[in-house]
């Protein structure tokens, strides 16, 4: 079974509002076994909108449509609806009760635009939308099957979970489930991930894809089964073979981001760590804060990015800055010595480098970033070349650090 997806609005196609609905939609229908044969997106104008209609007509048997339910002259969908369907728009007193009421909880009185958001093409199967006052709508004829929800993405997804996907249950429209295992790797770009990967057998019925972030390369393998029991004995020998070619590149899976390894890792070892940054700009903390429970582990850190400040918080010697500059190891490493110190952690990362776009030079290029790692077996630190601009010369390097420390903590544990 397949479905297409329409979203409406002049502001997605401006840029304006990123399309997020679209990509919730497609993952939430595979999840029961409807594929996604098309995304569209269409402005505010009856034609297109019904032109988007009769081109999702004939590519599958189902169409989910986000947007234009909303009560003024520019939501078009409705009309647009009623007129590639050849149904009049009729008012559904129910829903405009419960509007009114929504309004009247307010102390306001339902101003008469908010009138046309309780007519429906007739014959529609009303969703209620308790977070807004426009419902969902589910209009069926022989082989078509059409859904109608809000814009707003709360309301959106109320609908879809409470309304939509229920019927298509319960209506048999949902097949086997699409399930995956994803598993996460760093420190290799893409190319060296799918080299090592290219011996790797893929069974029919399964997929093995490639998806690049800023900082890591997920493997996502998945395929379509009757249950996660099928799906995980099908998947076994490919997780298997993914983790032997990979390695210790590999260092979460399911979502589980590197701070959060790096959390665990620390918290079952009784240990702590902190952090002196300049480019990174409080991105690692940020990073490493962003994980419940954060304050068994993380102790606190410093952004230093005039020399003066990494002088006088954390330490670095003037002379170390004069002789080799702020970009260096030899500052890194002091940073993290004196992050270290300050804070009586167990271990400190530190980060200094040229973020870009500008301030570098043939010897020291934009995305130059040295990186050290102190604990009470010395300062450990490295040179590293991030590519992107400076939003990703940033993550990457803060990326790079974490690596470091689950790497470290790795090491000590065998």
């Keep these: 079974m397949e479905a297409t997806i329409i979203a409406i609005g002049d502001e997605l196609l401006l840029g304006k509002t990123v399309n997020n609905n679209a990509a919730y939609l497609s993952a939430r229908l595979a999840a029961v076994g409807i594929g996604t044969r098309r995304q569209m997106v269409v402005g505010d104008r009856d034609d297109e909108i019904v032109a988007a209609l009769e081109a999702a007509r004939e590519l599958a048997a189902i169409a989910v449509t986000t947007g234009g339910l909303g009560p003024t002259e520019d939501d078009r969908t409705l009309a647009a609806v009623a007129s590639h369907l050849g149904r009049e728009l009729v008012l559904h007193q129910p829903t405009l009760r419960e509007i009114e009421r929504r309004f009247a909880r307010r102390g306001l009185t339902m101003p008469a635009v908010n009138v046309g958001q309780a007519s429906v093409p007739a014959g529609a199967r009303v969703l209620s939308n308790p977070l807004g006052t426009a419902p969902g709508l589910i209009l069926e004829e022989e082989g078509f099957l059409l859904c109608l929800l809000p814009g707003v993405p709360a309301e959106m997804e109320y609908i879809f979970e409470h309304g939509f996907l229920p019927y298509l249950e319960k209506k048999g429209y949902a097949g086997e489930r699409v399930l995956e295992k994803l598993l996460h790797a760093t420190g290799l770009p893409e190319s060296a991930v799918a080299e090592r990967l290219a011996g790797v057998e893929v069974p029919a019925g399964l997929h093995l894809a490639f998806l690049p972030q800023a900082a890591q390369v997920d493997l996502r393998i998945w395929g379509t089964a009757s249950d996660e029991g099928n799906f995980a004995e099908r998947a076994r020998p490919v997780i298997e073979a993914v983790r032997r070619e990979l390695g210790e590149y590999i260092f979460g899976e399911d979502g589980t981001s590197l701070e959060e390894v790096v959390g665990e890792l620390l918290g079952r070892r009784g240990e702590t760590v902190a952090v002196a940054e300049s480019c990174t700009g409080g991105l690692l903390a940020k990073r490493l804060t962003d994980v419940p429970g954060a304050s068994a582990w993380f102790l606190g850190g410093v952004v230093a990015y005039a020399n003066e400040a990494k002088t006088s918080l954390l330490g670095v010697p003037e002379e170390t800055l004069v002789a080799h500059g702020a970009v260096s190891e030899e500052v890194a490493r002091a940073l993290a010595a004196g992050a270290r110190e300050r804070f009586g952690a167990t271990y400190a990362l530190a980060a200094t480098g040229i973020a870009g776009p500008s301030g570098g030079t043939a010897e020291k290029p934009?995305?130059?970033?040295?990186?050290?790692?102190?604990?009470?077996?010395?300062?450990?630190?490295?040179?590293?070349?991030?590519?992107?601009?400076?939003?990703?010369?940033?993550?990457?390097?803060?990326?790079?650090?974490?690596e470091m420390l689950r790497r470290h903590l790795r090491e000590g544990e065998r």
Excluded: K, N, P
């Design 366 to 402: 934009v995305g130059m970033v040295c990186l050290a790692l102190a604990g009470a077996d010395g300062v450990a630190s490295t040179t590293q070349t991030f590519g992107g601009g400076r939003g990703w010369v940033r993550r990457r390097a803060s990326q790079y650090a974490l």
